[in-house]
């Protein structure tokens, strides 16, 4: 089974801390909902979840094989088609053509796409199709553990519902663990098995919220009867009400001083 | 009564099928003409203008100033009937395209080396700005003292006028690529190595374009220069010997000649590489 440890993550960039000894525990199986204000570090604690980024302090336990990664606006090779798209992770790790080509097909049958979306280049595919590529890319690798960058965000309301459903019925079928960002609260309702609210300067994980039964078994009043209830809850004022270009900027070097550097 | 039937069904659905295909073509063919007429229509066009006025001005000014077309269509004939014109435009071709592979080489190699490492893009910037604000004509002075009238001096003017071009346009193409397909491709366990040989390299491949081309013209007109002042064989130096001889026709013909070498080199060299490296960049326009 797949789950994830993050312990004491710390994190900036050019002297400004960003995230401030972050610890998360994502169970076996669970799929987490990581939520939190703009600009207070989720996309960054993802990039260190995905091995994108080495954490400046803190550990990262991995009880997972492999893990797959879907990041907002796609990011597909602009150059390849879906196909190529697909099969890229796939090429990394030395397989055989034969093993590439059925990897792809069956990546791209999970997420519903037509043979001849295949061939056509990320430029002519709709929102949607991209983001079932950028799905259907993450799950190539046959991936234990999937983290989500803000996959949808760019999506008009309908299509985003349509993604969550694909989402929801991949983990039932293939049972894996996951860590989700947004900053939708009804997509984390909708979605997960557990709500972690994030510290709006990136100092840790303020508290977490269960949404009632489990992801894909939720009615919708269930969703929004919860969602309405977590919007009066104190953990969650911050993504409900902060104003980002309100938010002061922390720094981790003296800003007045000789020594100032930001 | 029985109607009459063709005696073979496969001939008959073979003629069906050809007369379907023709009926088509004939259906297409008013919507290919009109796509060549706008594809070649306008370029033609004004190539006639040019040499319409072209024509205008050797009415108005006479053959012994300027030639018309056709006196120096035949001035090219009569330089490429003979060896020497073949020579001529072989030197000045194998020392733009020598010149040209060495400045990519070096100044492509540092533009790489400065696009990922800032204290050495710090470090050669003024250097860069420097080599780029010396005139070429500078260059052609400075290396006939150093080398001499020589071929080599030549081909090291070119190279170091193209150089700094090249190294700013590789500078700008590292800077400039999208990095977050590159962290996808971290995320996913492929190395550094791999992701500058998949993703990086094809998105500075897909920016030089460009830069190949306004090189590839600015080493002809070097070659051409440094070949006229220095006297070694070339389109440069069979110019000289026509400004000499105040054969005009040859001076003409020899420009041509150099215009029609760019001209074919681009199509044979830079454009095929264009549309190799950053066709899909007219896909995503």
Redesign the interface.
């Known amino acids: 089974m797949s789950g994830l440890t993050l312990a004491t993550i710390s994190h900036g960039f050019g002297g400004r801390a960003i995230l401030d000894t972050v610890s998360l525990v994502i169970r076996p199986g669970e799929l987490v909902a990581l939520v939190g204000p703009s600009g207070c570090g989720k996309s960054t604690l993802a990039?260190i979840a995905?091995?994108?980024l080495k954490p400046d302090q803190g550990r990262i336990l991995r009880h997972y094989k492999r893990?797959?990664?879907v990041?907002q606006?796609s990011?597909l090779?602009?150059?390849a088609t879906a196909r190529d798209n697909i099969a890229?992770?796939l090429?990394?790790?030395g397989m055989t053509g034969t093993q590439v080509i059925a990897r792809t097909e069956a990546a791209a049958q999970a997420v519903a796409l037509l043979s001849e979306d295949l061939m056509k280049?990320?430029?002519?595919l709709s929102g949607g199709m991209r983001a079932r590529v950028a799905i259907a890319r993450a799950l190539a690798?046959e991936p234990d553990f999937l983290?989500f960058d803000e996959p949808f965000a760019a999506l008009d309301p309908a299509l985003r519902r349509r993604m969550q459903d694909l989402v929801l019925s991949l983990a039932e079928a293939r049972g894996f663990g996951g860590m989700f960002i947004t900053h939708d609260l009804h997509e984390a309702a909708r979605l997960s098995h557990r709500i972690a609210v994030m510290d709006r300067q990136g100092k840790g994980i303020l508290g977490s919220l269960t949404p009632p039964d489990t992801p894909g078994h939720r009615s919708e009043a269930q969703i929004f009867e919860f969602v309405e209830a977590a919007r009066q809850d104190p953990l969650l004022s911050d993504l409900i009400h902060v104003d980002e270009r309100a938010m002061s900027v922390h720094c981790a070097c003296d800003t007045l001083g000789f020594r100032r550097c930001c | 009564m029985t109607a009459s039937m063709p005696s073979d069904p496969g001939i008959s659905r073979a003629s069906a099928r050809i007369s379907a295909r023709l009926a088509e073509w004939v259906d297409m063919a008013p919507i290919l003409a009109s796509r060549t007429a706008l594809r070649f229509g306008p370029p033609m066009l004004g190539l006639a203008l040019f040499l319409a006025l072209w024509q205008a001005a050797h009415l108005r000014y006479g053959g012994f100033i300027l030639p018309s077309p056709l006196q120096t269509g035949a001035a090219v004939l009569a330089a490429l009937s003979i060896g020497a014109g073949w020579a001529a435009l072989g030197a000045t071709l194998a020392r733009v395209a020598l010149a040209l592979a060495l400045s990519a080489m070096i100044g492509g190699g540092l533009g790489l080396l400065a696009g990922y490492a800032t204290l050495f893009r710090a470090t050669i910037a003024p250097v860069a700005t420097i080599l780029l604000g010396m005139p070429a004509t500078a260059w052609v002075i400075l290396t006939m003292i150093w080398f001499g009238p020589s071929h080599g001096a030549i081909v090291f003017t070119i190279a170091i006028v193209t150089g700094p071009i090249l190294y700013i346009g590789t500078v700008d193409a590292v800077l400039t690529r999208d990095k977050r397909l590159e962290e996808m491709a971290a995320s996913f366990g492929a190395s550094w190595l791999t992701r500058f040989r998949t993703i990086a390299l094809r998105q500075i491949m897909a920016s030089l374009g460009p830069v190949f081309g306004i090189s590839l013209a600015l080493g002809f007109k070097v070659a051409i220069m440094a070949e006229l002042v220095t006297n070694v064989a070339g389109l440069g130096a069979s110019m000289a010997r026509a400004r000499a001889h105040m054969d005009i026709d040859m001076a003409l013909a020899n420009v041509a000649l150099a215009v029609a070498g760019l001209v074919i080199i681009e199509h044979l060299v830079i454009r095929p590489f264009q549309s190799r490296a950053s066709g899909w960049k007219r896909i995503t326009a």
């Open positions: 990039a995905g091995g994108i893990h797959g990664m990041f606006q990011r090779l602009p150059w890229y992770p090429t990394l790790g280049m990320p430029e002519q690798v983290i």
